[in-house]
């Protein structure tokens, strides 16, 4: 490996020496890994550690390190930045801080009381989606390492900053936590009552459903619990956590569909809301007996379910279950 921010081609370098290996050879010398071109959610991830700066952080659930925060991020493609970001500050009753980034990509909803939870950013390719930030206190190299050995791939790794993907191809990155701790609390919109933007749910193909799951639980260090129906569970998060994972399976996914994701509200009236999100720009586009499908006005899918806005879960299924 040759010195000042030369690079090597990573992916092969870990998979021949270890990532502990390729980790000492970058303190030495000061680079950065590169490898195949990223995905635009996580090529934002590593923009963010560059903007950042500062000390690194730390990931994953291993001896002195914890995981202390998790963040929503929304990815829009660049011709529905601008609306997109609107509609949401509007369904969620946030403000917006400065945008930041070397083109100003980056953005935080501020919710009215609370820590951040809920991101986005301009991508600048594809059509946008989501991705989940994992904020950490301890050793990002112990977490790296960890989530390798759990299944993920590492896509690129520099100060502060893990991009990378689950098992099922889900984009997620490791980063700093900064002191975040008290969750938003539910908003009032209109004479809809309270609704709360907590839930990711990740929509997973039947043939990695358990893999997947397995991943998730143990890279949080969360339960993994049953849904009140089948084809879903959820990570029971801790108490103060602001973002609740919830994993579905996908019986009819197409051969090689990677794992996707969608926000989801609690709500304490759907039809009310999803009646007021309408108004702001969204389109119904299918209703059930616990949550209804919408699309933003950049297309991307999210639901309104039945779920108690404080506490993120429904009443007891007669098995005594949760969704």
């Given amino acids: ?26 303190d030495r010398y000061g680079c950065a890994l590169t490898g195949p071109p990223l995905a635009p959610a996580e090529a934002g991830c590593l923009r963010r550690a560059r903007n950042r700066g500062g000390d690194p952080g730390g990931a994953g659930i291993l001896e002195g390190v914890r995981l202390r925060w998790l963040t929503m991020f929304l990815d829009f493609p660049p011709g529905a930045f601008t609306r997109g970001v609107a509609f949401w500050r509007e369904v969620t009753g946030a403000g917006l801080s400065p945008s930041r980034g070397a083109a100003g990509e980056f953005a935080t909803l501020l919710p009215p009381t609370g820590d951040a939870c809920l991101r986005v950013q301009r991508v600048a390719a594809g059509s946008g989606g989501c991705h989940l930030d994992l904020h950490v206190d301890g050793s990002l190299s112990g977490a790296a390492d960890r989530a390798v050995g759990l299944g993920a791939s590492v896509r690129h790794a520099e100060e502060g900053l893990v991009a990378a993907q689950s098992p099922g191809g889900f984009a997620f990155c490791l980063v700093q936590w900064d002191g975040e701790s008290v969750a938003p609390s539910p908003v009032r919109l209109g004479d809809a009552g309270d609704s709360r933007a907590d839930q990711l749910c990740l929509d997973i193909p039947a043939a990695g459903y358990d893999r997947e799951c397995s991943f998730w639980s143990a890279l949080t ?35 090689g569909k990677r794992v ?16 007021l999100h309408a108004a702001a720009g969204a389109r119904i586009l299918a209703e059930y007996p616990v949550w209804t ?3 933003d006005p950049a297309g991307r899918e999210y639901c309104l379910t039945a779920r108690d806005p404080r506490t993120g879960t429904l009443a007891r299924s007669p098995a005594g279950q949760f969704l």
């Fill in 1 to 26: 490996m040759s010195h000042a921010g030369a690079a090597t081609a990573w992916p092969d370098r870990v998979a021949a020496v270890g990532w502990d290996h390729v980790r000492d050879e970058l």
């Fill in 293 to 295: 499908v919408l699309a």
């Fill in 221 to 255: 260090g969360y339960e993994l619990r049953a849904g009140s129906r089948p084809e879903f569970g959820y990570l029971a998060r801790p108490e103060g956590i602001p973002v609740r994972l919830l994993l579905q399976r996908l019986d009819d996914a197409a051969p």
């Fill in 260 to 275: 996707a994701g969608h926000v989801d509200f609690a709500c304490a009236d759907r039809r009310r809301l999803a009646g």
